[in-house]
């Protein structure tokens, strides 16, 4: 965590990925981040993964450093504090993320009656309201029918939940980018972004719609090699994997120099009349490049590999599950100061990411835990509403908040 956004509030509604990762990535440049939920908990209360307890770690960790408020969603009264957290005066309040329904009583047009310049940003599913999740969205624009093996001809999903992500960090730079235009211009404004939108806009921006359109051509499945450059994963010697591309002609030298393939190249590249400087050429010849690395690679051990690869500056990575990451890798620890060890009230400890940028004007701080459900209710009451606490009291003896 680091204070860059340090006196600035946003109210949360959310669930599952994106709303609440967007706010966990506001949170950890510094803003202060409340989340609302119902008594008892969202729908994503309770989702996996849990601990053997049934408490959720993936909770913990998209809401660390967040306050958490329980409020009787149902009741109007209940709903009358939300409303009033979401518009309580400030200069560096009035900011409402959500991916819930924003509709009657958390409609822009009945909260911005309550603050002119309420700045609310809803993420959803496609542009016309039709519900849509990253599985339905991947689907949508072709990805898993160029994921997989060359030879299939099954739709491959993946498991990065790549569109919520890039939806998250879309949302997190739009309610950055409303909040400068309200300081310019006085105005709040409704912000309202697709799922659906985002991963077209992907496909847009990678150039997926003018090759079908200009080349008039469809891409093809490649298996793991990568598009239109060289790199693909490569056993070694003691069946463990790699992943080795050469993009720019730096990584491409560097490559040929540690391999010593630089001559069986030559006569490969003279062989198919091709530029292997070009690295359109070194894709079009990649299986028979990949035959030589192959060879080469796998008559060493990923030990004998190591020193190679990282002394020659080739752009490669072993391949590793889960939990060599975890266990292992140094940088998936403390050693790396993007983590810092933190309890979860009721999970345990474990290092904990507290953003992966570094500002040179600020001192990185460790992250905060995940709350309890509930934990900072009165606190927020008091501060921010004003309540004192018996009004407070009140509000817990009738069920109002929790």
């Not at 239109?228 to 993009?247: N, P, S, Y």
């Amino acid at each position: 965590m680091q204070n860059i956004l340090q006196g600035l509030r946003i109210v949360e509604g959310s669930a599952f990925i994106a709303a609440p990762m967007c706010g966990t990535t506001l949170g950890q440049l510094g803003a202060d981040v409340i989340r609302f939920d119902q008594l008892g908990g969202g729908l994503d209360f309770k989702r996996w993964p849990v601990t053997e307890n049934n408490n959720s770690i993936y909770w913990a960790e998209m809401n660390k450093g967040k306050r958490s408020i329980c409020v009787n969603l149902r009741s109007e009264e209940g709903r009358e504090l939300v409303v009033e957290l979401i518009t309580a005066p400030g200069e560096n309040a009035g900011i409402f993320s959500t991916n819930l329904p924003a509709k009657g009583w958390l409609s822009y047009e009945s909260l911005s009656k309550r603050r002119e310049d309420l700045i609310q940003h809803e993420i959803i599913g496609n542009r016309d309201g039709k519900t849509a999740l990253d599985y339905t969205v991947n689907a949508k624009v072709g990805f898993p029918y160029l994921t997989g093996p060359s030879d299939s001809r099954e739709p491959v999903n993946h498991v990065l939940p790549a569109w919520d992500i890039a939806t998250a960090y879309h949302a997190a730079v739009n309610i950055l980018a409303a909040d400068r235009y309200r300081i310019k211009n006085g105005k709040g404004q409704r912000i309202q972004l697709a799922l659906a939108d985002v991963a077209l806009s992907a496909v847009s921006n990678l150039g997926l719609i003018g090759e079908v359109l200009i080349n008039e051509e469809e891409r093809e499945r490649h298996g793991n090699y990568l598009y239109g450059a060289l790199g693909r994963d490569f056993e070694t010697k003691d069946q463990e994997r790699v992943m080795i591309i050469a993009v720019s002609p730096k990584q491409w030298k560097n490559l040929l120099v540690a391999t010593d393939l630089e001559s069986s190249v030559a006569e490969l590249e003279h062989k198919l009349q091709l530029d292997f400087a070009k690295e359109g050429d070194r894709f079009h010849a990649r299986v028979e490049l990949a035959e030589l690395l192959e060879r080469w690679i796998g008559q060493k051990t990923l030990k004998e590999l190591t020193p190679v690869f990282d002394n020659s500056g080739i752009c490669w990575d072993k391949y590793q599950t889960v939990g060599q990451l975890v266990k292992n890798d140094p940088d998936c620890s403390t050693d790396n100061p993007i983590f810092s060890e933190i309890t979860h009230p009721g999970i345990g400890s474990y290092p904990v990411c507290s953003g992966p940028a570094y500002f040179s004007a600020e001192t990185r701080q460790n992250p905060g835990a995940g709350p309890l459900l509930g934990q900072n209710t009165d606190e927020v009451l008091s501060d921010i509403l004003g309540l004192s606490s018996g009004h407070i009291g009140k509000l817990h003896d009738e069920g109002i908040v929790g």
